[in-house]
């Protein structure tokens, strides 16, 4: 694999200029070892106009349209999502570059990002596979990036009043939830919104979705955890007749009436790891379970 000629499809943060320090140091590897280097357009006019950085590229691209072996996110989990949701059904491997906070899904630390990419020329990483879900609206697929990691979340829009959401798990009415919201995460997106309303961390190779309330009006609805070919059917009441359906934090709005399908899609998103990356050892990390700070 080290004589093969890589091409590295390279998304940033554009909102944080200390989130682009660690750039040059991975273009000039790159450089070194005879890659080819594409740029997002946005990420790339951050650098150069911005940020003064000279980025030496072999081409500047717009949202999907790229060709690569690899993806490299230089940011936290969202500039990470973003990127997940521009490669889509390419499945192309990515390689998440913490420079944010928590960083689940952006692993690779910047200070180890060289050896990351040495092993990478070298084969010496593995690839997981996270199982993503899609969302359909009146039979349709829902914007142009209808696919989700983390989950995908009904949400109430510019009014105070609760939404009610009518939900149908297989097929079967399970139960009509009011509350600020509904959120169906992946076993990825259990640690993100969902744990943030409740809901239980699920390992990422389960095979389940979990279906969250946001801030429910009965104290008593609790988060469920499902099968993940199950398909979910969810309708919405709202007093401003319309309600927000985000994807990834994508929002797209919706009218009140429209049937919304969504089940786990046919491909995942292939995310590079070195070999001593253990989930549990980051869960524990980041959770700061065990930890005694009295």
Known sequence: ?????????????????????????????????????????????????DQKITVE??????????????VISMGGDGTFLSAASQVGRKCIPIIGVNMGRLGFLASIAPDTVEEALRD???????????????VEADGSLLSDSPYAL?????????????ISIRAYVGGEYLMTYQADGLIVSTPTGSTAYSLSNGG?????????LCLTPVAPHSLNVR???????????LTVESRSHQFLVAI??????????????????????RVVKRHEHKYFHTLREKMMWGMDRR
């Open 200 to 208: 239980p961390i699920i390992a990422p190779q389960a095979g389940a």
């Open 223 to 233: 988060p469920l955890v499902i099968p993940d070919d199950t398909e979910i059917t």
């Open 150 to 162: 983390n989950d995908i979340a009904v949400l109430k829009r510019d009014n105070a009043s609760m």
């Open 57 to 70: 590229a072999d081409g500047v691209f717009r949202g999907p349209d790229f060709e690569a072996d690899f």
């Open 120 to 134: 990478i020329f070298e084969g010496s990483y593995r690839v997981d596979e996270l199982r993503t879900i899609q």
């Open 248 to 269: 990834d934090g994508r929002s797209e709005k919706c009218a009140e009436g429209t049937v919304l399908s969504i089940r786990k899609t046919d491909f995942p998103v």
């Open 1 to 49: 694999m080290s004589e093969q000629q890589l091409r590295f499809a390279i998304f940033g943060n554009i909102y944080q200029a200390k989130k682009s320090m660690s750039i040059q140091k991975i273009l000039a590897f790159l450089s070194e070892r005879g890659a080819r280097v594409y740029v997002e357009e946005d990420y790339h006019r951050f650098l150069t106009a």
